[in-house]
């Protein structure tokens, strides 16, 4: 969109478990010991004979430590090389086909620091909080129906519902379309609407910027992605 102004939001220029180890206690048995001298003193704190379960970490550590995981894995194998790719995009386009994805989009933001985070020799700073963080955006909407009516984009725009900005940290971010298509439909359709987005936004957001185009169902299902970066 070279005569439209990028976004209002301006900064957009530029989200394991625990393991707990439980004690065995061994009963004396030698000697002819018999009875309750031969039982354990206490039961586990999870109930008579049982175990305590053990708690979860949240949805944005285990992202975290799963992009850490990764991060760390491509700096053994790339080292500087592999950290300056990473660090500036890389980790970014990476967390969209990242595996597993039901851990990564716990919250992508937290896997995509974390992957940054692990290319290099520093310790991890996980985060404290969530650090995905999704901002519908009406205005976009508005605009870019405004523009395919004069663009010969009016298909696009019909099946256009709603346009949410996926931040993933201060300067990285997706471009979430949501649509009237469905998972296996309109394959040209869905190609065709990223084009026609992709061509009214074009992308420039300036140095060390990289931004995902996701197209999705009305559930939030991916049906495409496109990659863009400066």
Not at 35 to 42: M, Q, T, V
Not at 151 to 170: F, I, P, Q, W, Y
């Amino acid at each position: 969109m070279a005569t439209t102004p990028h976004p209002s939001t301006g900064s957009i220029g530029r989200a394991r478990a625990l393991g707990l180890v439980v004690g065995a206690c061994l009963a004396a048995t030698a000697c002819g010991f018999t009875g309750d001298s031969a039982r354990p003193s206490a039961a586990p704190s999870g109930g008579p004979g049982r175990p305590a379960a053990s708690t979860p970490a949240p949805g944005y550590r285990q992202a975290y430590d799963a992009g850490f995981a990764v991060g760390k894995r491509l700096f053994e194998d790339g080292g500087k090389g592999s950290a300056v790719r990473e660090v500036n995009g890389g980790c970014v386009r990476r967390s969209l086909t990242a595996k597993p994805t039901t851990v990564v989009d716990l919250d992508r933001g937290a896997w995509v620091l974390g992957c940054k985070q692990g290319n290099g020799n520093s310790a991890p700073h996980p985060p404290s909080g969530p650090v995905t963080r999704r901002e519908p955006d009406a205005d976009l909407l508005h605009r870019f129906g405004s523009w395919a009516r004069n663009n010969k984009a009016e298909d696009s725009a019909r099946h256009l519902t709603g346009v949410t900005l996926v931040h993933l940290d201060a300067d990285e971010y997706d471009v979430e379309l949501t649509t009237t298509y469905t998972a296996g439909a309109e394959g040209p359709g869905v190609r065709g609407l990223a084009r026609d987005f992709a061509r009214w936004w074009d992308g420039d957001d300036g140095d060390g910027t990289a931004w995902n185009l996701v197209v999705a169902d009305t559930d939030g299902q991916r049906l495409a992605v496109g990659l863009f970066a400066p």
